[in-house]
């Protein structure tokens, strides 16, 4: 036992020493199968953060005086003022208060429910993509687990058909699929992990900023018109 894992060792020394001596793609192809899998995993990841970053940016994006405008033109009573400054407004802040303005003249009740309805509906498109994301994150570093078990029974196998004798030369090749794709599973796997809690943390804060906003919006119909 001890001299098969003395073996290993060895083994692995020598995967190591050939690593820095051939370049990335010879050692994108030495991981096998799975290295594309993790490629592919690796580009939706890529994706997936720059789409949502960009929506995520653009939802934030609001007016600070907003609110201010809203409050004057409902007190002057330019209801249609109000909405088209809503429609201008790409925000979904703008389309919840453009939602309760449209139902004016109803129970406050109502109106409270249809903006957070529309509430709803804005962080449900928000979120659109971050399952997948947090999938990669725990998925890919499991691709790689997978790919070392594999490169483990290859690497036995071959031992097996050479008779128990340990060869370095023809061992390496599955310590290679082990070490690689364990390498390839982390390097996508962590950075997926990290923007995925990032962006939820992005649209926490935003959906804060709804919520804030809603409360205003409902204060304006709730207060008396100064004269």
Same mark, same amino acid.
């Given at each position: 036992?001890?001299?098969?894992?003395?073996?290993?060792?060895?083994?692995?020394?020598?995967?190591?020493?050939?690593?820095?001596?051939?370049?990335?793609?010879?050692?994108?192809?030495?991981?096998?199968?799975?290295?594309?899998?993790?490629?592919?995993?690796?580009?939706?990841?890529?994706? =997936?953060?720059? $789409?949502?970053?960009?929506?995520?940016?653009?939802?934030?994006?609001?007016?600070?005086?907003?609110?201010?405008?809203?409050?004057? !033109?409902?007190?002057?009573?330019?209801?249609?003022?109000?909405?088209?400054?809503?429609?201008? %407004?790409?925000?979904?802040?703008?389309?919840?208060?453009?939602?309760?303005?449209?139902?004016?003249?109803?129970?406050?009740?109502?109106?409270? %429910?249809?903006?957070?309805?529309?509430?709803?509906?804005?962080?449900?498109?928000?979120?659109?993509?971050?399952?997948?994301?947090? %999938?990669?994150?725990?998925?890919?570093?499991?691709?790689?687990?997978?790919?070392?078990?594999?490169?483990?029974?290859?690497?036995?196998? $071959?031992?097996?058909?050479?008779?128990?004798?340990?060869?370095?030369?023809?061992?390496?090749?599955?310590? /290679? =699929?082990?070490?690689? %794709?364990?390498?390839?599973?982390?390097?996508?796997?962590?950075?997926? !992990?990290?923007? !995925?809690? /990032?962006?939820?943390?992005?649209?926490?804060?935003?959906?804060?900023?709804?919520?804030?906003?809603?409360?205003?919006?409902?204060?304006?119909?709730?207060?008396?018109?100064?004269?």
């Amino acid at each position: 036992m001890v001299n098969l894992l003395q073996a290993l060792e060895s083994v692995a020394e020598v995967a190591t020493v050939e690593a820095n001596k051939v370049g990335l793609w010879e050692l994108f192809n030495k991981g096998g199968w799975l290295m594309w899998v993790l490629l592919l995993l690796g580009g939706l990841t890529i994706f =997936i953060f720059i $789409e949502r970053f960009l929506a995520i940016r653009s939802a934030s994006g609001l007016d600070m005086n907003f609110m201010n405008r809203i409050r004057d !033109y409902i007190y002057d009573g330019k209801i249609e003022s109000a909405i088209d400054l809503c429609k201008k %407004t790409d925000t979904p802040i703008a389309r919840m208060v453009e939602k309760g303005i449209e139902r004016l003249g109803r129970p406050m009740n109502d109106v409270q %429910t249809a903006i957070e309805n529309v509430a709803n509906l804005e962080v449900s498109k928000l979120e659109n993509g971050l399952p997948f994301l947090a %999938t990669i994150a725990g998925g890919a570093p499991m691709i790689g687990f997978l790919g070392t078990v594999i490169g483990m029974v290859q690497t036995f196998m $071959e031992m097996s058909a050479a008779g128990g004798t340990v060869d370095l030369a023809l061992l390496s090749g599955g310590m /290679y =699929i082990a070490m690689v %794709t364990t390498v390839g599973g982390l390097i996508v796997g962590i950075p997926a !992990y990290f923007g !995925y809690n /990032y962006l939820v943390a992005r649209i926490e804060k935003l959906v804060f900023r709804m919520e804030a906003n809603s409360i205003a919006f409902m204060d304006i119909l709730n207060q008396p018109v100064k004269k």
